[in-house]
């Protein structure tokens, strides 16, 4: 069972190092899926995994949008706690590995941070 981490600290054995930034929001780590399920399509799975991002940032609403919105799977991501950096994501029924959940993650990281925020009325 292998899990992804940043700066390569992990939770048993076979962990790959990933480079990112620590002053933005970055993907901390992503667990590989418990178990597969099958539909129609093929095989599905769901992802866990903690985001690492400054206590103040508060855009995981535009960042689920977009995923949502960007893929046939579901990003659900948790707000801060206790002035933690990290936090925790679930990502359902993905039809890809770790490697690609965390390739696109960071994309629509990207794309959030890049995009101006709207102004509330």
């Not at 933005?24 to 799975?45: C, F, W």
């Not at 490697?99 to 960071?106: K, P």
Request: overall charge neutral.
């Amino acid at each position: 069972m292998d899990t992804y981490t940043r700066n390569g600290v992990a939770a048993g054995s076979g962990a790959q190092t990933l480079t990112a930034p620590v002053d933005g929001v970055t993907v901390e780590s992503i667990d590989p899926p418990r178990g597969r399920r099958y539909d129609e399509d093929g095989a599905v799975a769901d992802f866990t995994g903690y985001l690492h991002a400054p206590v103040g940032w508060d855009r995981e609403r535009e960042l689920e949008k977009y995923w949502n919105s960007e893929h046939e799977s579901r990003l659900g991501l948790g707000f801060c706690v206790a002035g933690n950096p990290r936090r925790h994501f679930m990502l359902r029924t993905v039809r890809h590995d770790a490697a690609w959940v965390r390739e696109q993650l960071e994309l629509a990281i990207a794309h959030v941070e890049a995009t101006p925020r709207r102004r509330s009325r």
